[in-house]
């Protein structure tokens, strides 16, 4: 089973400044990784496949990159709606898909 | 548009089967590469992935929970169901069932449903 370690645990940012979001693999999966946003009471929204395409009417300032096994998820520029707990997922090797143990982003 | 509602019963006694469904509409179930598949998250915890499967071919479990896990789809109902039996107190999470694009990531999530296991 591959093992996704998310860094750090809660991140405190305040609008409009950069976060940074960090998700390591134990073993390379490649560029196959997914990151979704979680609000309370919100299905999870996937931001983030193929480890740097953005889904389907998700803004620019959300941006992924790596590969192998280390990879960062970066939102540009933080409004007041990005304020959420966010998740990587491997699909390299399943069974069985792993997430990691999320990151928050709280308002500093 | 793509949406997915799960339903079912919020509490499960201790060392009973918890059974779920998801109901689909905005796409057919039978339909194109798409698995579907059913994710949890316990209270204070992340996200645990479940099983996936994809019409007409053999369904995905979690290694740890194979051994009481049931995933189904009804194509005359356009639905997924999930099968937990034997459940514990650490069964308590929030439900999800997602549509896993391509068998990669899940491109699109119910609202999920809270099932407490409690007597």
């Known amino acids: 089973e591959i093992v996704m370690t998310q860094s750090p645990a809660t991140l405190s940012v305040s609008p409009g400044e950069r976060a940074t979001l960090s998700c390591r693999a134990s073993?390379?999966?490649?560029?196959?990784l997914a990151w979704y946003q979680r609000k309370p009471g919100q299905a999870p929204r996937l931001l983030i496949f193929?480890?740097?395409s953005r889904a389907t009417g998700i803004p620019a300032r959300f941006s992924g990159s790596g590969s192998g096994t280390e990879f960062t998820l970066t939102i540009s520029s933080l409004q007041s709606e990005d304020f959420a707990v966010y998740y990587c997922?491997?699909?390299?090797?399943?069974?069985?898909?792993?997430f990691g143990g999320g990151t928050k982003v709280e308002i500093k | 548009q793509l949406q997915l509602q799960e339903s079912g019963p919020g509490l499960v006694k201790p060392s009973e089967a918890l059974s779920l469904t998801c109901a689909v509409s905005?796409?057919?179930?039978?339909?194109?590469?798409?698995?579907w598949g059913w994710i949890r998250q316990p209270p204070g915890q992340g996200l645990e992935w479940i099983a996936s499967?994809?019409?007409?071919?053999?369904?995905y479990y979690n290694p740890s929970l194979k051994s009481r896990v049931t995933i189904s789809v009804d194509t005359s109902e356009n639905q997924l169901s999930l099968k937990l039996s034997s459940v514990t107190a650490a069964d308590t999470a929030v439900y999800y069932c997602?549509?896993?694009?391509?068998?990669?990531?899940?491109?699109?999530w119910g609202q999920g449903i809270l099932v407490s296991v409690s007597s």
């Open positions: 073993q390379s999966v490649g560029s196959n």
């Open positions: 997922q491997q699909y390299n090797y399943w069974p069985p898909v792993t």
């Open positions: 997602a549509r896993q694009a391509s068998m990669n990531w899940f491109d699109t």
């Open positions: 193929g480890a740097s």
């Open positions: 905005g796409d057919s179930i039978s339909s194109g590469n798409n698995y």
């Open positions: 499967m994809y019409y007409g071919g053999s369904p």
